[in-house]
C-alpha cells in the first residue's frame, strides 16, 4: 500500500520559518517528481513546489518564491519543504504528493497524495 505521509506542520507567528517533510513508502518515487500543494477554506488546491525526479528542476509559485525551497532526500523518496518568513496568507492545509511523471506537470498527474498538513501563520 503507497503512502505519503507529511510532518512538521503546526502554528508559526508571521515571519517565522517551518518545514514539512513527507516520508513515501510501499513504492519508489526516484523517477518521480513530487510536489507540495495547499488549499486554504473555500479555495482551489494550488501547487506551491515542485522538483522533478532527479532533483536538479525546482519550482515555486510567484507568491513563495525566494522564501520556499523544495529538497528531496536520498534516496529520493523523502521530499522536505522549508518555508521562511512565513504570512498570515500562507495559512492552509499541506499536502505531499507524487507524480506519475518525472517533470512538473498538471496536477491531473499527481495519483498519491498525503494525507494533509495544517499550517497556520498567526499575526
Known amino acids: 500500500q503507497v503512502q505519503l505521509v507529511e510532518s512538521g506542520g503546526g502554528l508559526v507567528q508571521a515571519g517565522g520559518s517551518l518545514r514539512l517533510s513527507c516520508a513515501a513508502s510501499?513504492?519508489?518515487?526516484?523517477?518521480?517528481?513530487m510536489a507540495w500543494f495547499r488549499q486554504a477554506p473555500g479555495q482551489e488546491r494550488e501547487c506551491v513546489a515542485v522538483i522533478d525526479w532527479s532533483g536538479g528542476y525546482t519550482q515555486y509559485t510567484d507568491s513563495v518564491k525566494g522564501r520556499f525551497t523544495i529538497s528531496r532526500a536520498s534516496p529520493k523518496n523523502m521530499v522536505d519543504l522549508l518555508m521562511n518568513s512565513l504570512q498570515t496568507e500562507a495559512t492552509a492545509v499541506y499536502f505531499c504528493?507524487?507524480?506519475?511523471?518525472?517533470?512538473?506537470?498538471?496536477?491531473?498527474?499527481?495519483?498519491?497524495w498525503g494525507q494533509g498538513a495544517q499550517v497556520t501563520v498567526s499575526s
Open positions: 510501499g513504492r519508489t518515487f526516484s523517477r518521480n517528481a
Open positions: 504528493a507524487a507524480s506519475i511523471i518525472a517533470i512538473a506537470g498538471p496536477i491531473s498527474r499527481y495519483d498519491y
